[in-house]
């Protein structure tokens, strides 16, 4: 075959072409804030301290974006520990945003959460955690609904919880003066009104990191894409608790669906009709997770931080130390505050946030009072299913009511699950 220095270099020239587009490709795909053209002409975008990374030069993309994943189940204290996030002045922090997607596939219960398909919901899970983390916010209105007009939105699940979308520059009004340390319910949508998405995304990018709580993902190892995902840094904060106290507090949370609960705690005889196979999967869940994070596999490699609510509701302080430790950042003086004024034990001092949501200023109260709220019956029943669980991760169980309700005996065994840094 004969091949002229022309061809040669016409195939150079192709090849290195082709390159140069796949290096570009990534590159904008790998530059986070600079996605797509509209962020960087917007205004607010242009004269923010990402501007370099919105030029069309050569700028090395370094991230310092921390990816924070709270990932909890429902009941385990993550309100709580998500407001130790929140709290931070550089973190941009969203409440749960996979409870529109599940509306969206399903507009029912959590129990049909197995029987559909699982992948594909996984998926979308995924997608939509990967475009938050990049302050795509926009991409939510692929599963709000009713579907937002102009980007702009009144019901977006539990805003509230977001000190960023209930401030400027997402909020004209600016801070509630009244309420600045803790969410309000009523404050937020009545004064900031309905909530304009991009400019959601802007506050996002205006801060460093972002932090999600979740609890609709069943397990760790269904977070493994994002791990390994290139643009991101994540970190995962495994929240788990005590599952007898899960269940307590679901059932009082949610005591329409747990009226046979209800009465077996009333009555200390087991209604046939109870439903065991929540808490079982709940129990099964928490102990896969532990699991694979104390294995330590590769892909998780200090990405994975095991903390126990008992451990932060008895020590507020300490914990929360270690979990921003954890996660690379300092622990601002907002956090500190926060803890101060949420946490003591006080039990004169009624709390604030009286909804179903709410925190509690008497934290190591609340960790300990399922003891003095389930039937004996019932937690010898979930001690059954749950031994493995109770046993991996230092619960002891009970063997009398005299022992359940002696609270000067503690039921949290002391342990370290691992170094912060390994
Ligand atoms: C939920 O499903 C019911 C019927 O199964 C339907 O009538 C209703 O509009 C749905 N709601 C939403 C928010 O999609
Ligand atoms: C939402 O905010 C953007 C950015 O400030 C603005 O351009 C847009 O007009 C706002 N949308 C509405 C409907 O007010
Ligand atoms: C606890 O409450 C009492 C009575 O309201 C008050 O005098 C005391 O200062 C409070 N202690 C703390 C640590 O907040
Ligand atoms: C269970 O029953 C006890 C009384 O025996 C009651 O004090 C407690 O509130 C009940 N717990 C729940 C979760 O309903
Ligand atoms: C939990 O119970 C099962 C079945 O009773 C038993 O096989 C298993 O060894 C128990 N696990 C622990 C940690 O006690
Ligand atoms: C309660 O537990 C403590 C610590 O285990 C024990 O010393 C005490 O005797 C117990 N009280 C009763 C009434 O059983």
């Given at each position: 075959?004969e091949?002229?220095w ?12 082709v ?9 904008d ?19 923010s ?7 069309d030069?050569?700028?090395?993309i370094e ?6 994943l ?33 509306q ?6 959590s ?8 992948r594909?919901?996984l998926g979308?899970?995924?997608?939509l ?11 939510m209105e ?22 960023a ?22 404050w ?13 995304s ?5 801060k ?20 390994e ?18 269940l307590?507090?679901r059932m009082?949370a ?19 009709y ?5 808490i079982t999967s709940?129990?099964?869940d ?15 490699r200090?990405?994975?931080?095991l903390?126990?609510y ?13 979990v921003?430790?954890f996660?690379?950042?300092e622990?601002?003086d ?10 003591n ?7 604030e ?12 109260a609340?960790a ?26 230092g ?7 005299a ?8 039921l ?7 170094p912060?840094?390994?």
């Amino acid at each position: 075959m004969e091949c002229s220095w022309k061809t040669v270099l016409l195939l150079v020239c192709a090849s290195l072409g082709v390159q140069y587009t796949a290096i570009r490709t990534l590159r904008d795909s790998m530059s986070g804030p600079c996605q797509g053209v509209y962020r960087c002409q917007t205004r607010y975008y242009r004269d923010s301290k990402w501007r370099a990374l919105c030029d069309d030069s050569w700028v090395p993309i370094e991230s310092p974006r921390k990816h924070i994943l709270l990932f909890a189940t429902t009941r385990s204290g993550s309100s709580f520990t998500g407001q130790l996030l929140n709290q931070h002045p550089g973190i941009f922090y969203i409440f749960e945003p996979l409870y529109h997607v599940q509306q969206a596939f399903t507009n029912s219960s959590s129990r049909l959460r197995r029987t559909l398909d699982r992948r594909a919901l996984l998926g979308a899970y995924r997608d939509l955690l990967l475009n938050l983390y990049t302050c795509d916010l926009h991409f939510m209105e692929n599963y709000i609904r009713p579907e937002p007009q102009d980007h702009i939105t009144s019901s977006f699940f539990r805003r509230s919880s977001s000190h960023a979308l209930c401030s400027s520059p997402v909020c004209s009004e600016g801070e509630n003066p009244a309420a600045s340390d803790s969410p309000d319910e009523t404050w937020c949508p009545k004064k900031c009104g309905a909530l304009n998405l991009t400019l959601a995304s802007m506050s996002c990018l205006s801060k460093g990191h972002v932090a999600i709580k979740t609890v609709r993902i069943p397990e760790v190892g269904d977070l493994r894409t994002l791990t390994e995902d290139p643009r991101l840094d994540l970190k995962i904060i495994h929240l788990v608790r005590d599952p007898r106290a899960i269940l307590a507090s679901r059932m009082m949370a949610f005591s329409d669906q747990f009226r046979a609960w209800k009465i077996w705690n009333a009555t200390g005889r087991q209604p046939r009709y109870v439903d065991l196979s929540q808490i079982t999967s709940t129990c099964k869940d928490m102990a896969a997770s532990a699991e694979t994070g104390l294995q330590r596999p590769a892909w998780l490699r200090g990405r994975y931080l095991l903390v126990r609510y008992e451990d932060l509701a008895f020590n507020p302080k300490h914990k929360a130390t270690e979990v921003y430790r954890f996660v690379g950042l300092e622990m601002e003086d907002r956090v500190r505050t926060w803890i101060a004024k949420n946490t003591n034990s006080n039990a004169s001092s009624p709390s604030e946030w009286n909804y179903r949501y709410s925190t509690t200023r008497d934290s190591r109260a609340t960790a300990e009072s399922w003891r003095l709220r389930l039937g004996f019956d019932i937690v010898r029943t979930i001690q059954n299913l749950c031994n493995d669980t109770l046993a991996l991760l230092g619960y002891k169980q009970v063997h009398s009511a005299a022992e359940l309700r002696n609270l000067s005996h503690s039921l949290v065994e002391h342990r370290t699950f691992q170094p912060v840094t390994w």
